[in-house]
């Protein structure tokens, strides 16, 4: 097992530009991407069952937490065995919630990097939107299914997103509280519109950040590396990037009418829509 790797973990608002920060990162030949992935789930599985399992149990303590520390680390390593770059960028939006994990794992604190992808809230939520209504035209999506009712009008639909169980609730929820917990010089935060609008600066300062040297990007032909059947998440596009990188104007007004805007819950969005820059210097 090549237990050289470093592992670094991307993480963010759905629709806020992780997918294609990865496949542009995927450009450097040294670098390893994932498209979303399923290992800390995995270790998640692992480490919730493992007290639960009798013969750990009746082990001495200390022992038993060793053991476990060491199988989490295989398979951490083993995950990323099959390929050749020693730098890996592996991207689940539940990371910021389990860093302690990944610190104990991973050599300390000082040793997690997170690059974390955000956008304003209004248009994350614009995002999901056109999709459900590109979805919809011929499908259902799995937040319809569970509560067609609700899922029935704009209003009903904002709430769900930023239900805290839902794909835009519970990432707001999971960074902010990554931030009270101590995390802050650990996270780059990727804004999407200064992504965008300036890739070059963008792509140098996470360089920086990871203590890299500087790769020369294309990013008027970013071809997708990372591919994910979307029809497991439910909507249609879902992780389709488009090849060149272009400053996007805000959707949100065409989106969602004045009626919609004047609703409590979008006066909740709007209070929060760049909630990150509470954290910034």
């Known amino acids: ?23 542009i990162l995927g450009q450097n030949p040294k670098f390893y991407v994932t498209p979303t992935s399923g290992i800390l789930d995995i270790l998640l599985q692992v480490r919730n069952s493992w007290d639960k399992n009798s013969a750990f149990r009746a082990m001495d303590a200390e022992e038993s937490e060793d053991i476990k520390r060491n199988v ?22 539940g990371w910021p919630g389990y860093l302690e994990m990944m610190a104990e794992l991973c050599g300390g ?34 937040q319809e299914y569970a509560d067609p009712k609700k899922f029935r009008t704009a209003i009903g639909r904002l709430e769900t997103f930023i239900d805290q169980d839902q794909p835009v609730g519970r990432a707001y929820n ?20 200064k992504f965008t609008s300036n890739p070059h600066d963008t792509m140098k300062s996470i360089y920086n950040f990871l203590g890299y040297t500087h790769y020369q990007h294309d990013f008027n032909n970013v071809k997708q590396l990372t591919i994910e059947d979307d029809s497991v998440h439910g909507f249609k596009e879902l992780h389709t990037i488009r090849p060149q990188v272009e400053p996007q104007v805000p959707n ?19 209070m929060t829509a760049q909630f990150w820059r509470e954290y910034q210097s």
């Open 174 to 193: 999971i960074i902010r509280d990554a931030y009270t917990r101590g995390w802050g010089d650990q996270i780059y935060i990727v804004e999407y519109d």
């Open 72 to 93: 989490l680390k295989a398979i951490l390593h083993t995950y990323f065995e099959h390929v050749e770059q020693l730098i890996c960028f592996d991207k689940n939006r």
């Open 109 to 142: 604190k000082n040793d997690i990097k997170v690059l974390l992808t955000v956008r304003d809230l209004r248009d994350v939520v614009a995002s999901f939107e056109m999709l459900h209504r590109k979805t919809a035209a011929l499908g259902l999506t799995h």
């Open 252 to 270: 949100w007004p065409e989106v969602f009418d004045e009626v919609v805007r004047r609703e409590p819950v979008w006066e909740q969005i709007e």
């Open 1 to 23: 097992m090549n237990k050289n790797k470093t592992i670094h973990m991307v993480a963010g608002l759905p629709r806020s530009g992780s997918t294609l920060l990865m496949n």
